[in-house]
């Protein structure tokens, strides 16, 4: 049943934002001159969703707003909190009815640079992902009449949206604010990131060694891993489980193939963000590199590099230093960020 009420939600949010925005097509994407980290790409934006100070400022407050679920007891950092760059804490969620879902909540980080969004893709923008998670019944809950109604009613929100969009309150455009806010989350200030940019001292000598294992053929980490956000952005079956109900990828595609398969998720600030994988089922890094080492178990469609590594226990050490060396303190503390 819940598969059927996700499967649903997301095509009516796709329709509903098809009917009163961008279609989703690279013609309609450009670029913003927003200032990012050395060595990233310019954010890419719907060409109708600009980026502005005031929008992201607006956004930042409704991120905030708990008012904005149908019990007006969940906002988006409920299950997105910065100290664990905007990630939960849980294995699976707890919606605004104390409902559970199935999957754990991503971070939010660099998210604007991703081609998909939710862990099967289903989301074409973040505009669209956002709207499937105020509307799902075991998110947010709330639908687009009761978003529109808060904010006619709230005279902070009479005063800001025709400041920022020239017109009254309205869900799409509070969604097109959220989705700025989310596209600026940008982090690239870690210990590597410093190593990469020309400071030799930045990386210890084990955060070193296990930056050379994690980049070679041997771990092969950087394979799915990879690029300025340490993620291909496609989608993979690894191997977690040997029997699963979660059957991902293949929920959008129909495709058999893509049975067990979920996005590649950022491995930046991923010391602060477990529990780990689609399901929140690996409690620490030492699990996931275990998992891994061992080469996961059998599943359909399961990726032929989960292959057992044979890595010594120092060699694993070396690479968990090395994740934990991709921690952005300034991200998880940018004031910025914070609840306004």
């Known amino acids: 049943m819940r598969w059927i009420l996700m499967a649903l939600t997301a095509a009516l949010a796709a329709g509903w934002w098809s009917c009163v925005d961008h279609p989703g097509t690279t013609s309609d994407i450009t670029v913003s001159d927003y200032p990012v980290p050395e060595g990233f790409p310019p954010i890419p934006i719907p060409r109708d969703n600009p980026i502005t100070s005031e929008k992201i400022a607006l956004g930042r407050l409704l991120f905030y707003d ?63 992902q956002i709207l499937g998670a105020l509307t799902s019944p075991i998110e947010m809950a709330s639908d687009t009449v009761q978003v529109a109604q808060l904010l006619a009613r709230d005279e902070r929100y009479r005063q800001l949206f025709p400041q920022v969009f020239g017109t009254a309150p309205s869900a799409r455009d509070a969604i097109r604010a959220l989705a700025t806010f989310c596209r600026v989350l940008i982090s690239g200030n870690s210990r590597y990131d410093r190593y990469r940019r020309g400071d030799s001292s930045a990386l210890s000598g084990a955060e070193k060694r296990g930056m050379a294992l994690f980049f070679s053929s041997r771990a092969g980490c950087s394979g799915c891993h990879s690029g300025p956000n340490f993620t291909d952005n496609t989608f993979h079956s690894i191997g977690i489980h040997t029997h699963y109900y979660d059957r991902g990828r293949y929920y959008v595609t129909g495709n058999e193939g893509d049975i067990g398969k979920f996005k590649t998720p950022t491995l930046r600030n991923v010391a602060l963000t477990a529990p780990y994988m689609n399901d929140g089922t690996l409690a620490t890094l030492d699990e996931v590199l275990e998992h891994y080492n061992t080469g996961g178990k059998p599943f359909v469609n399961k990726d032929p590099r989960i292959r057992p590594l044979g890595l010594t226990r120092q060699e694993l050490d070396d690479l968990r230093a090395f994740l934990q060396a991709l921690t952005d303190s300034a991200f998880i503390t940018n004031p910025a960020f914070a609840q306004p």
């Open 66 to 128: 708990g008012r904005l679920s149908r019990n007006g007891d969940l906002s988006c950092a409920s299950c997105h909190r910065q100290s664990h760059a905007f990630a939960d804490t849980l294995a699976v969620s707890r919606g605004s009815d104390s409902e559970t879902g199935l999957r754990n909540a991503p971070a939010l980080v660099n998210v604007a640079y991703s081609s998909a969004w939710f862990w099967d893709g289903r989301a074409r923008s973040i505009e669209e």
